[in-house]
């Protein structure tokens, strides 16, 4: 079974500044994705960014990067020029590559982060 | 944008009651879920849903839970006898296949009282 670990419960930061949120997971899995998910106040669950584990390239999307190290089964996000509008809380989530129809995500307990202006 | 939609966004029930809770998935999407995020807790997989038949569930999908997908596109979760741990905020989500990420809808918040 996979488990993930969201170690911090809330961080906080100034609007502009950058922060980084971390996680960790266990897994025997080889093949499998990473991803952080946003929860706004409005409760939606929207997805920040994702990562193939074999590729090496750490993934990047606008001011919202990772760093991937596959050996230590780390994967921290990265949020540049934090906005207000960044203030949710974020879900750190795993998903094996599975050759059946199963591709279920297993989710750490999530980091409130308050953007202050 | 295509996405997600859930309804109703809230409901309120007794304990004992039968609930049914209603997805729009993504329409060429063909994996569906179910989530439950009790509130200050993670969310929690539920279930899937694959080639109309559930691909795995987890142990708190028990028997007074079902799913189904009756028109090919609407997929409901269905809670026969709610108890008050039911209470949680409940997302349906759909992906396009196994290895593409899966979109979330806006929840539906449960309250059993």
């Known amino acids: 079974a996979q488990t993930v670990t969201q170690s911090q419960p809330e961080m906080s930061v100034q609007e502009a500044e950058t922060v980084t949120l971390s996680c960790t997971y266990d897994t025997s899995e080889n093949n499998y994705y990473l991803f952080w998910y946003k929860q706004p106040p409005s409760r939606q669950m929207i997805l920040v960014i994702r990562?193939?584990?074999?590729?090496?390239q750490n993934a990047t999307e606008n001011r919202f990067s990772v760093n991937f190290q596959k050996a230590a089964k780390s994967f921290s996000l990265k949020i540049s020029d934090s906005q207000l509008g960044d203030t949710a809380m974020y879900f750190c989530?795993?998903?094996?590559?599975?050759?059946?129809?199963?591709?279920?995500?297993?989710f750490g307990k999530g980091i409130t982060l308050s953007v202050r202006p | 944008e295509p996405e997600v939609t859930q309804t109703p966004s809230h409901q309120v029930t007794q304990m004992g009651q039968e609930v049914i809770l209603r997805c729009v998935p993504i329409s060429n999407h063909l994996y569906f879920y179910w989530y439950r995020q009790i509130l200050g807790q993670k969310v929690e997989f539920l279930v899937s849903?694959?080639?109309?038949?559930?691909?795995?569930k987890s142990e708190i999908f028990d028997d007074q839970f079902s799913v189904e997908r009756p028109d090919g596109s609407n997929f409901t979760l269905k809670i026969r006898s709610t108890k008050l741990e039911d209470s949680a905020m409940y997302f349906c989500?759909?992906?396009?296949?196994?290895?593409?990420?899966?979109?979330f809808g806006q929840g539906t918040r449960l309250t059993v009282v």
């Open positions: 990562q193939e584990a074999y590729k090496q």
């Open positions: 989500a759909s992906s396009l296949g196994q290895i593409y990420e899966a979109f």
């Open positions: 849903f694959y080639n109309n038949e559930i691909s795995e």
């Open positions: 989530a795993f998903m094996k590559r599975a050759t059946g129809a199963n591709s279920k995500l297993t």
